[in-house]
């Protein structure tokens, strides 16, 4: 199993470009994650998906915005970039969509980001 | 104010001392709690993860949990440098939605030979 994949691994774009990051899980999970990293700010959640056919607002969703593919994929567009968003953006997948106490998050490779 | 705290560092610990690193958090509604590690250039890796007040071991790692101070910690006993890394504590209860993790901003361990 490979798990969480991302795609692209870099990517570099110029301000009011567009783009799509793409995630798939092999490991049957409902629910699915995109988070953003920048230094000395730590994880914070852009978008979620409890389960097929949802996704909800996280903490920075300003900007984005996802879709729900199948069960496997989950998909995060910027439809006009900034150079606020340059990031590295990771995907995340768990098994449980019912907030079960112990469900895991499982976290892809990584997309590093850069807006010009 | 963060919802998870934890001391960004860097902990310096000589090769195989005990490793302690801990975080605070403000939801007292946090059911439980998580501790990823992650390489520089790499994705968080789970290593432990608690929800009962008290100790739990695996190998190693020791997480401990005191809801009453909201309190979490992980202990890292006979450090190796392989442990330098960057340790992110996260949350998890029910304020806005039982799935979602809040993560602090992670300690940066450097385990020195």
């Known amino acids: 199993n490979a798990g969480v994949t991302q795609t692209p691994k870099f990517q570099v774009l110029k301000t009011g470009q567009s783009m799509t990051l793409q995630c798939a899980q092999d490991?049957?999970?409902?629910?699915m994650y995109w988070y953003r990293q920048d230094p000395g700010m730590g994880l914070r959640l852009i978008y979620y998906?409890?389960?097929?056919?949802?996704?909800d607002k996280g903490e920075v969703p300003n900007g984005y915005n996802v879709s729900r593919l199948n069960k496997r994929e989950f998909s995060l567009r910027l439809e006009s970039a900034a150079p606020s968003q340059t990031s590295v953006y990771f995907c995340a997948s768990s098994e449980d969509g019912q907030g079960r106490v112990m469900d895991t998050q499982y976290f892809g490779p990584g997309t590093r980001l850069t807006v010009l | 104010q963060k919802e998870v705290e934890q001391n960004s560092g860097p902990l310096s610990v000589p090769e195989g001392a005990i490793a302690s690193l801990n975080c605070t958090y403000s939801?007292?509604?946090?059911?439980?709690f998580f501790w990823y590690r992650q390489y520089s250039g790499k994705s968080p890796e789970l290593i432990m993860s608690i929800y009962s007040n008290g100790d739990k071991e695996d190998g190693r790692f020791t997480a401990q949990l005191n809801k009453a101070s909201q309190y979490v910690s992980l202990l890292i006993r006979d450090s190796q440098p392989s442990d330098s890394a960057t340790y992110l504590c996260a949350s998890k209860g029910l304020t806005g939605g039982g799935n979602k993790l809040t993560f602090g901003t992670g300690t940066q361990l450097k385990v020195e030979l």
């Open positions: 490991m049957n999970h409902n629910s």
């Open positions: 998906s409890a389960s097929e056919g949802t996704t």
């Open positions: 939801d007292r509604g946090s059911q439980s």
